[in-house]
């Protein structure tokens, strides 16, 4: 509780409200952690489709949909939550719909491909919404000077989220495969272990963090009053430049990102010879990095610039892609790996923040479900065309993730017109209503 400062946060809020809205990170990060990167990816091309050519495309596929569904929807759940003053409400709904769907992925054996990409696609909705939910609560917790390391903290509490899930499936696995199970038989059993620390760590959020913002008395007309206020942002995006600009930029490098987190096991196994013990060792040990990285790097971009560490995260993730695209070992893979752990959490940590500084304040989730939109763009771009590249090639996984590494530099590209002091002034001058 000592880093939860209050003098990092606005008047009147108190440090466990921080560590409750933090603790949502701690909540969530076993679904990417164990789902999306460390088990249930390999499990699902390796045993579920059975190392078919076209499964890497049809886990990017499920992936690709759900980030889809979630691209439609989120910014006028946003724009709700925002007039109703109900984003609390909204975080318990996306937050039980996840639980049960990936305690449901527990059910996927193999050749169940239909049920499991359904459930993929289920679950990583309900993720990505409660994700940006979260995210929205973020600047009326911090002061604007401090929003950098606030976000950290929660991105690195998230870290160790995810290895206390991971850790306990770790654990599991190397129980079962003593006893002589397969994977078809002690990977639902971590489904069911993410899902159960999902619940129980969620419940700390519920119980200490607050919702601040107050329900506008002339909100009307529901779902389609809040879409009418969405395009009514979109045709004020001008005025909003640098946060535009922000946008583009996350929708260029969030793509590799997504990519790291959904194929990262994949490539492990299938291109550099790990086996699933190895690879969730790994993934643990990425994830002590990322949490290093989310940390450090808050209080960093606090005092050298949001900019500025973004971009330094990002050329580290240009030479991640370059190291895995050429090593031929578990050693040289395993540098790649340390690389984009401290990048992980460091350029997810800044790009909230950044988001955070530019939008206005009377429209926080709205703009984060912008924000959101942006990110699931990329999240479909990414992982897609790296599936694509795989399937379209026979399997050169290298070249797509040589490919991975030019959505950083475009992100690089896209991040050099930004103004941070510019985007907060018309941040701050824009309506209250």
């Given at each position: 509780m000592a880093l939860f400062s209050t003098q990092a946060l606005n008047p009147g809020v108190r440090r466990r409200e921080v560590l409750g809205w933090a603790m949502y990170d701690f909540a969530n990060s076993g679904y990417t952690t164990v789902v999306l990167t460390a088990v249930f990816a390999a499990y699902f091309v390796g045993a579920v489709a059975g190392g078919a050519?076209?499964?890497?495309?049809?886990?990017?596929?499920?992936?690709?949909?759900?980030?889809?569904?979630?691209?439609?929807?989120?910014?006028?759940?946003?724009?709700?939550?925002?007039?109703?003053?109900?984003?609390?409400?909204?975080?318990?709904?996306?937050?039980?719909?996840?639980?049960?769907?990936t305690a449901a992925l527990a059910l996927v054996g193999p050749g169940?491909?239909?049920?499991?990409?359904l459930l993929i696609v289920v679950s990583n909705v309900f993720f990505a919404w409660g994700e940006s939910l979260s995210a929205a609560f973020l600047p009326e917790l911090a002061r604007p000077e401090t929003m950098g390391r606030v976000s950290g903290w929660g991105w690195s509490l998230g870290y160790v989220g995810g290895m206390l899930a991971l850790g306990l499936s770790l654990a599991y696995v190397l129980w079962a495969q003593a006893q002589g199970q397969t994977a078809a038989q002690f990977v639902p059993v971590t489904m069911l272990i993410t899902a159960v620390v999902f619940a129980l760590a969620s419940l700390a959020?519920?119980?200490?963090?607050?919702?601040?913002?107050?329900?506008?008395?002339?909100?009307?007309?529901?779902w389609r009053e809040s879409l009418r206020r969405l395009r009514a942002t979109a045709r004020q995006a001008s005025h909003y430049r640098d946060f535009m600009?922000?946008?583009?930029?996350?929708?260029?490098?969030?793509?590799?990102?997504?990519?790291?987190?959904?194929?990262?096991?994949?490539?492990?196994?299938?291109?550099?010879?790990?086996?699933q013990q190895?690879?969730?060792?790994?993934?643990?040990?990425?994830?002590?990095?990322?949490?290093?990285?989310?940390?450090?790097?808050?209080?960093?971009?606090?005092?050298?610039?949001?900019?500025?560490?973004?971009?330094?995260?990002?050329?580290?993730?240009v030479a991640t892609c370059v190291i895995a695209a050429l090593t031929t070992t578990k050693g040289g893979?395993?540098?790649?790996?340390?690389?984009?752990?401290?990048?992980?959490?460091?350029?997810?940590?800044?790009?909230?923040?950044?988001?955070?500084?530019?939008?206005?304040?009377?429209?926080?989730?709205?703009?984060?479900g912008l924000w959101t939109f942006a990110t699931r763009v990329a999240s479909i771009v990414g992982p897609l065309s790296y599936g694509a590249i795989t399937w379209a090639t026979g399997g050169n996984q290298r070249l797509a993730i040589g490919f991975t590494a030019l959505m950083f530099v475009a992100g690089l590209a896209l991040l050099a017109p930004v103004n941070m002091e510019r985007g907060r002034r018309a941040a701050l001058a824009a309506p209250a209503g």
């Open positions: 050519d076209w499964a890497t495309f049809a886990w990017t596929a499920a992936l690709s949909a759900s980030h889809a569904i979630v691209m439609f929807t989120i910014p006028a759940m946003g724009a709700w939550a925002d007039r109703h003053a109900a984003k609390k409400r909204l975080l318990a709904f996306t937050t039980v719909g996840c639980v049960l769907a169940a491909v239909a049920l499991g990409v959020t519920f119980s200490l963090l607050r919702e601040r913002a107050q329900p506008n008395a002339q909100a009307h007309g529901g600009w922000l946008l583009a930029c996350a929708a260029a490098y969030q793509g590799g990102v997504a990519v790291a987190i959904a194929l990262a096991a994949i490539y492990a196994e299938q291109v550099i010879g790990f086996v190895e690879t969730m060792v790994l993934i643990f040990v990425l994830n002590i990095a990322a949490m290093l990285g989310a940390l450090a790097f808050g209080y960093w971009q606090d005092r050298l610039g949001h900019k500025r560490a973004l971009a330094v995260t990002l050329l580290g993730w893979f395993w540098y790649a790996a340390a690389i984009a752990g401290v990048c992980m959490g460091s350029s997810q940590s800044a790009g909230r923040a950044m988001a955070g500084m530019l939008a206005p304040p009377a429209q926080l989730a709205e703009f984060f």
